[in-house]
């Protein structure tokens, strides 16, 4: 398993069931800074009716363009329009 920066592949993050199903690209992407926890979705809103809870690396599977964010500070999203454009860095407010 290849290692992006200093991100254990094997952390449990947040998306939802949509992204895991196949039913939507990852347009938003999240790193907390209270506790260094990361969110990914599509246009849907995560709720707890379609929150799930997988691996790092199955979010990677999913979508190879999610590598270039391992960096991405605490406290900072990446968000874009569709799956073909450039991610936009913002702080979260």
């Known amino acids: 398993m290849k ?3 200093n991100q254990n592949l094997n952390q449990a993050v947040f998306t ?3 992204i895991m199903k196949g039913n ?7 790193h ?4 260094g926890s990361w ?4 246009s849907e809103d995560p709720d707890n009716s379609n929150t799930m809870i997988v691996a790092l690396h199955q979010i ?3 979508d190879n363009n999610i590598s270039e964010l391992m960096d991405l500070q605490k406290g900072k999203m990446a968000f874009r329009k569709n ?7 913002a702080n979260i407010k």
């Open 32 to 35: 907390f800074a209270e506790d």
């Open 24 to 30: 939507g690209c990852i347009l938003y992407v999240f």
């Open 3 to 5: 290692k992006y920066s």
């Open 83 to 89: 799956e073909n454009l450039e991610w936009t860095i």
């Open 60 to 62: 990677i599977d999913i």
């Open 39 to 42: 969110q990914f979705s599509g």
């Open 16 to 18: 939802t069931t949509q």
